[in-house]
């Protein structure tokens, strides 16, 4: 432990008693009262995770969105300021280094949130890739963030905040102003449910996470739930389903790649060698990250990346990557050398009545 | 919670009961509280020989999948079918409900530890 890094809540998250475990070099809560609880009580309430490890830079200067346009694989052609856009930052063969979203904060100005794990070697592509001229900063150990998610976190930040918050659509976000401290405020997030993503100085981190919990409609939660939940709204972790040896487009965002430009990675698109699978499986057993997935025949055809309960469906789910071409399979077999488990493919999001678009306007 | 007295126990976290000839088998609340939340439990079928120290099932949980030990040698002759359903009843009753199979033993029950003996053990994977 003494070698991790800590976020500002570390000290918090120890005291209440979480059960805290390494995870991409920090030392983080991976629950507090239980990975169903807060499971559900994210699918039915509100919850605060401490997501401070994650990395955040600024990107500014004349000629910073051309220069973006052609680093990243966003569609920054389009993105009006005050709204945020997912995307990658590939190597030149068009395999993932990182996923990201950026936010346009003004003419020339941006603002981007990436991969704990990932952030030394993003803010060496990210400056590799700007030309004179553009500056970017890595403002990671200065600034906190912490997520709030869960269908009544609209409810929540309104009353908290003070502000009417009915207008921020998704993937949108908002500068305001809380105690005294600059606060983004982003309707983002990685749970599947209405949330938001909120960023302040690190120093408040601490002050802003006992002010949310002083709601009564608020719990934490810790990394179990959020791989639970972010494995059923089925979205990808960078590591498991996202890396450098595959593309965004085996990893099924090829709908994403809207942006025109010739940017870094863009010729390796267009070979598809594996394509990423959701499955559900039989029963409650759990396929893990590196069994392996085969035909009904035992032909091995690729290699799940990661599988857990999905405690809001009642049964096990997975994402495997597939040899291109053996993908309509009706069913597969999943072999972790113990047992072999039947799953067949399906349509994600896994589970389907997440509020994260609803509209509320 | 404290580890029932009149129980024995395994340094691989199963408990034992012994009944006569009979002995009924479970995971301890150290392990169940080490797994969290369990999602699953495969245990051996009625009739299935188990053997003591050998692998006779496996407990998963949300995050992680656990070997079930056989903490004694013999005869399966019951199992807890109610776990197939509602494993997380291992979590909230470990020594009574989340029971897990039941063994016509082989001969006598040795090499387990009593009460004092285990909450050693399990202080010392506690570090």
């Not at chain 1, 991790?4 to 991409?24: C, D, R, S, V």
């Not at chain 2, 169940?32 to 496996?58: F, H, M, N, R």
């Not at chain 2, 470990?94 to 009593?114: C, I, R, T």
Request: hydrophobic share 40%; proline share 3%.
């Amino acid at each position: 432990m003494a070698d991790m890094f800590k976020t500002p809540l570390a000290a918090w998250h120890e005291a209440h008693g979480a059960k805290m475990a390494p995870f991409a070099g920090w030392w983080m809560p991976i629950q507090y009262e239980g990975i169903l609880v807060e499971h559900r009580h994210t699918r039915t309430q509100a919850s605060v995770f401490d997501i401070c490890h994650m990395g955040e830079f600024t990107v500014k200067g004349k000629g910073a969105k051309d220069a973006l346009l052609h680093a990243f694989s966003h569609s920054l052609a389009t993105l009006k300021e005050g709204r945020c856009r997912y995307g990658f930052i590939l190597n030149e063969e068009g395999g993932v280094l990182d996923d990201c979203i950026v936010y346009n904060m003004g003419e020339d100005d941006y603002f981007i949130v990436v991969n704990a794990a990932c952030i030394d070697r993003d803010f060496k592509t990210l400056c590799e890739r700007m030309p004179a001229g553009v500056a970017c900063q890595d403002l990671s150990s200065q600034i906190g963030k912490i997520d709030l998610q869960g269908p009544k976190s609209c409810e929540v930040l309104e009353r908290f905040l003070g502000q009417n918050l009915h207008d921020l659509a998704y993937f949108a976000f908002r500068e305001t102003e809380w105690n005294g401290k600059r606060l983004l405020v982003s309707r983002t997030g990685y749970t599947g449910e209405l949330g938001y993503e909120l960023y302040v100085e690190a120093a408040s981190a601490q002050a802003l996470w006992d002010a949310l919990l002083e709601d009564e409609r608020v719990k934490p939660a810790g990394l179990g739930a959020r791989d639970t939940l972010r494995m059923e709204a089925g979205l990808p972790l960078y590591g498991d389903e996202l890396d450098e040896k595959h593309t965004p487009v085996e990893a099924g965002m090829g709908r994403m790649m809207k942006n025109e430009c010739d940017y870094v990675g863009r010729k390796g698109l267009e070979q598809v060698r594996e394509v990423l699978l959701g499955l559900e499986l039989e029963g409650r057993r759990a396929a893990r990250h590196g069994d392996r997935l085969c035909l009904e025949s035992g032909e091995e055809v690729g290699v799940v990346t990661s599988g857990t309960f999905a405690p809001s469906l009642g049964k096990s789910i997975a994402f495997a990557w597939c040899r291109a071409g053996q993908e309509g399979a009706a069913s597969f077999v999943i072999d972790n050398g113990r047992a072999k488990l039947k799953a067949r493919k399906v349509e994600t999001p896994f589970y389907k009545d997440g509020t994260a678009r609803v509209k509320l306007q | 919670m404290s580890d029932p007295k009149e129980l024995k126990y395994s340094k691989t976290h199963e408990w034992v009961r012994v009944e006569g000839e009979e002995a009924v088998v479970g995971i301890t609340q150290f392990a169940q509280d080490a797994l969290g939340d369990i999602t699953y439990v495969e245990v051996p079928a009625e009739g299935d020989a188990v053997e003591q120290e050998k692998e006779c099932g496996s407990v998963e949980s949300v995050k992680a999948a656990s070997d079930l030990i056989s903490p004694v040698t013999g005869t399966v002759v019951a199992v807890n079918a109610e776990l197939e359903n509602a494993p997380e009843v291992v979590n909230q009753d470990p020594y009574g409900k989340g029971w897990m199979f039941k063994v016509k033993l082989a001969g006598p029950v040795e090499g387990l530890l009593d009460a004092d003996a285990y909450a050693k053990v399990c202080a010392e994977e506690a570090h």
